[in-house]
Every structure is written in C-alpha cells, then in structure tokens.
C-alpha cells in the first residue's frame, strides 16, 4: 500500500468540517418536515432561509419560528443559501428542481423527500424512473452537488419545541467525500443527531422506501421512530 493510500485509510471519518457559517436553505421549508428541519437547524445557531413557491408564506412561516430565520421564494432562496436541503412534496419535486435549475448551480443539495405511494394497507415506497428521488434530483441539476439525508426523522419530533435532543441518526449518500462530510456535520449540530455516511446516491432508493416501513411502526405503536446505526462508535476523545 502507497503512503498516500495509508493516510486516506486511517483518515478519522468523524473528522468532520465546521458547517456554521454556512447558510442553510429549504426548499418546501413551509411544510411540516421543511419547517422541523429549518428549526432545528436555526435553533442550533445555523443561518436558515424558508423557501416556498410564495414568498409570503416563506416570509410568514419564518417569523411564526423566530431564531433569526428569513423567507424567501424558492428562486431566491436557493440563490443566497450555501447548502439547499430539498423538502417538497414528492409530487412536485421534478417541477420545482427543473425550474430552480439555474439557482442551484454549483450548491450542495441535500435530497430528503420520500416517494410514497398510500392505500388501504398503508404505506409504500414507489420507484421514480431514475431509482430514487436523488437520483431524479441529481438527473435534474447535473451542475449542483447532489446528496441525499434526513429521510427519517419525525416532523412531530423536530417541530416539538419541548424537546431538546433528537436521538436518531441520519444516513448521508453522495458521490462525493467532502459533500457528504458536510452533511454529516450539519446534521451533528442538531443534539442528539449523527451523520453516518451510507453509500452512494445509487443506494438513496433503500434509504427512501425506509419511510414506508417507519410510518407502520409508528402507527401499531404510536411513536415517532427513527434509526439508530449500531456498532457505529465516534472516535476516542470525540
């Protein structure tokens, strides 16, 4: 083995960036998961804009959560934030990355929407024609840096301001190392959350139909579950 593949093997994976500066926006930010997200991560002192097809209702969603968070529509949002996390209704997911195409160049996007189909026996997942809703997003925005996370948290959980650690872990995919080691750390400055790298986009349809099986066991037993990674220890000192 070359020196240089020894270092990139004893890289420590939780040696992650520092994410504060960096402005987060949300796209669907006026829905319940896209409002919980903005929350949490504007509670943990991120800088965070709401995007919403109306600005008005981004502009009025952000002043009902405070914390310094600001509204905007989702062109302009997606233009002042550093990091774009995407939590729009899966029904109108390809229409509103293809219209922000141009506004999302060259960001870090962040995929959690779920494609889920309902019926009498509940819920289930669907396959978009790409595999997955990231692999849409990715299809759709060939000059952003896709990624995917977040899929599995409660929106009653995050929007709970009694609560003050959410304990689940967060399964981050990506093509690329340094976009997913800044997932991972935004997703660590919500207490209580980790971010575990989990493969490449090509695995987002798993992490995405996971959802349909969360929304059953929070139905029988009336609970908000998330996942939690086992075996999956932080470094020593850490």
């Known amino acids: 083995m070359s020196e240089t593949e020894t270092k990139k093997a004893a890289r420590d994976p939780w040696d992650l960036p520092d994410v504060s500066g960096l402005v987060v926006g949300v796209l669907g930010g006026t829905g319940d998961q896209g409002r919980g997200l903005a929350y949490r991560l504007a509670r943990a002192g991120q800088k965070v804009i709401i995007g919403s097809r109306a600005a008005e209702r981004a502009r009025a969603a952000a002043a009902e959560l405070g914390l310094g968070v600001e509204g905007a529509d989702n062109a302009e949002c997606a233009r002042r934030s550093d990091v774009v996390i995407v939590a ?27 494609p889920l189909g309902f019926d009498k026996q509940g819920a289930y997942a669907l396959r978009p024609e790409e595999g997955s809703a990231a692999q849409q997003a990715a299809a759709l925005l060939p000059e952003s840096r896709v990624t995917a996370a977040f899929h599995h948290l409660s929106a009653v959980l995050l929007q709970d301001e009694t609560i003050d650690e959410i304990d689940t872990d967060v399964m981050v995919l990506g093509e690329k190392r340094a976009d997913t080691d800044l997932v991972q750390a935004l997703a660590a400055r919500i207490p209580g959350m980790r971010g575990v790298f989990a493969g490449r986009l090509r695995g987002a349809h798993q992490v995405e139909s996971l959802v349909a099986n969360l929304i059953s066991v929070n139905r029988r037993y009336r609970a908000h579950a998330g996942l939690r990674l086992t075996d999956v220890e932080e470094s020593p000192g850490r």
């Open 88 to 114: 729009v209704p899966w029904e109108g997911h390809a229409a509103t990355l293809r219209a922000l195409r141009e506004d999302l160049r060259g960001k870090l996007v962040v995929d959690c929407v779920n």
